[in-house]
Antibody, heavy 121, light 108 residues
Framework: QVQLVESGGGVVQPGTSLRLSCAASGFTFSTYGMHWVRQAPGKGPEWVALIWNDGTNKYYTDSVKGRLTISRDNSKNTLYLQMNTLRAEDTAVYYC??????????????WGQGTLVIVSS | DIQMTQSPSTLSASVGDRVTITCRASQSIAIYLNWYQQKPGKAPNLLIYAASSLQSGVPSRFSGSGSGTDFTLTISSLQPEDFATYYCQQSFTTRALTFGGGTKVTSK
């Protein structure tokens, strides 16, 4: 079954860290670029980060640069998001998403169910 | 970053209606525009990619058009399962992907 399953969310205090995981199954994980997309309560989706299929290149939205790090382990079919120095504005449901677009075009054809991160004191 | 503006933000319609949602980019994005449907508590679901290509498994009542800065998503005959929120997303700038603010389709 083709799916993505996120885990690792929770309630944390500002300034602390959290690591999200996304387990992929049913497809050849190592051939796809992967993304993290988040959605704050009542808001639209916000793209967070991209990692190429081989992990050689990574890109981030400006608001998370230097604090969030995307990585992957193709031997474990798993995508990660290391979240450091968390802020209240990082509170959101975090989705991992598969990049199905060819070359420069990017569209998300497969999403996980999401994992909720709440940053609050 | 490229700003994506959707209109209207809310749309009231009845089953069987033809529904059109507009997405405008702050600069030309060629056809690097995708559309998603999202229902409460669920992840977004891809409907249209590259402005007008229908994603596999998506009903043919959904269609997309446009290029440059102006795009539309059309539902030819609204079905009960289509009441949801719709988002556009540009990928012209692959290192700064952005979504529109959403259009919520509600029952009249």
């Amino acid at each position: 079954q083709v799916q993505l399953v996120e885990s690792g969310g929770g309630v944390v205090q500002p300034g602390t860290s959290l690591r999200l995981s996304c387990a992929a199954s049913g497809f050849t994980f190592s051939t796809y670029g992967m993304h993290w997309v988040r959605q704050a309560p009542g808001k639209g989706p916000e793209w967070v980060a991209l990692i190429w299929n081989d992990g050689t290149n990574k890109y981030y939205t400006d608001s998370v640069k230097g604090r969030l790090t995307i990585s992957r382990d193709n031997s474990k079919n798993t995508l990660y998001l290391q979240m450091n120095t968390l802020r209240a504005e990082d509170t959101a449901v975090y989705y991992c998403a598969r990049d199905a677009g060819p070359g420069a075009q990017i569209w998300f054809d497969l999403w996980g169910q999401g994992t909720l991160v709440i940053v609050s004191s | 970053d490229i700003q994506m503006t959707q209109s209207p933000s809310t749309l009231s319609a009845s089953v069987g209606d033809r529904v059109t949602i507009t997405c405008r980019a702050s600069q030309s994005i060629a056809i690097y525009l995708n559309w998603y449907q999202q229902k409460p508590g669920k992840a977004p679901n891809l409907l249209i990619y590259a402005a007008s290509s229908l994603q596999s498994g998506v009903p043919s009542r959904f269609s997309g058009s446009g290029s440059g800065t102006d795009f539309t998503l059309t539902i030819s005959s609204l079905q009960p399962e289509d009441f949801a929120t719709y988002y556009c997303q540009q990928s012209f700038t692959t290192r700064a992907l952005t979504f529109g603010g959403g259009t919520k389709v509600t029952s009249k």
